[in-house]
């Protein structure tokens, strides 16, 4: 069956140019999360999606970060004004439900130079 | 303070051998859930077993099992058998209290099985 899926699985931005960033969770599920993996670290959680509803954004580092999932499935992730500390891994995880085993997709690997 | 520690940064092991990867956690909250996913170099996590904290038995999957000491706060991964394709980063997570539960991840270990 089909897991979760994110593209492009690799980008990379001049400083200053904004970028999009896409993750197709597996169908039915209620909730998604992205996480930014910094290299060599853990996941860090960003934001947290129940259905189109954005119910948590408190670890979006800046206000240059955008999430959206307007028809409760598909979600992008928006950097605007991209730095070079936005270079990251950006996982997607989608679950069932709010305390559902988190599905992670392959990530997109972010480089701003 | 850190929620999740994990002090081995890299673990060598032989093949066939077992393996123990060590996680501790900080919580207060008594309702919690710890994971353990695999991350080899494609990138994706890859969810392996869970253990809440009022289950009774250690968490079992296959070739993986959870060691659980609650009073210890440990939360340590056990590979038996080790293979080659094991090989890869494992990271330790927490999900605290109810309802919506993000996950803190540790800062992982890799993981070198040789032939």
């Known amino acids: 069956g089909a897991g979760v899926s994110q593209s492009p699985r690799y980008k990379v931005a001049k400083r200053g140019q904004d970028v999009a960033l896409r993750c197709d969770p597996i169908?039915?599920?209620?909730?998604l999360f992205w996480y930014q993996q910094a290299l060599g670290q853990g996941p860090e959680f960003l934001t947290y999606?129940?259905?189109?509803?954005?119910?948590?954004k408190s670890g979006l580092p800046s206000d240059r970060f955008f999430a959206e999932r307007p028809e409760g499935s598909v979600s992008t992730l928006k950097i605007q004004r991209t730095q070079q500390e936005d270079s990251a891994v950006y996982l997607c995880?989608?679950?069932?439900?709010?305390?559902?085993?988190?599905?992670f997709g392959p990530g997109t690997r972010l480089t701003v130079t | 303070a850190q929620k999740i520690t994990q002090t081995q940064p890299g673990m060598f092991v032989q093949e066939k051998e077992a393996v123990t990867l060590d996680c501790t956690y900080d919580?207060?909250?008594?309702?919690?859930?710890l994971f353990w996913y695999k991350q080899p170099s494609s990138g994706e996590m890859i969810f392996l077993i869970y253990?809440?904290?009022?289950?009774?038995q250690n968490a079992t999957e296959g070739r993986y099992s959870l060691n659980f000491q609650k009073a210890r706060k440990s939360a340590n991964l056990v590979i038996s058998a080790s293979q080659l394709g094991d090989s890869a980063m494992y990271f330790c997570a927490m999900r605290e209290g109810r309802g919506f539960q993000k996950l803190v991840f540790g800062t992982g270990t890799r993981l070198l099985v040789s032939p």
């Open positions: 995880a989608s679950s069932q439900a709010q305390t559902g085993e988190q599905y």
């Open positions: 169908s039915g599920h209620v909730s």
């Open positions: 999606f129940q259905n189109e509803a954005q119910l948590d």
């Open positions: 919580t207060s909250d008594p309702s919690y859930g």
């Open positions: 253990q809440g904290s009022y289950d009774q």
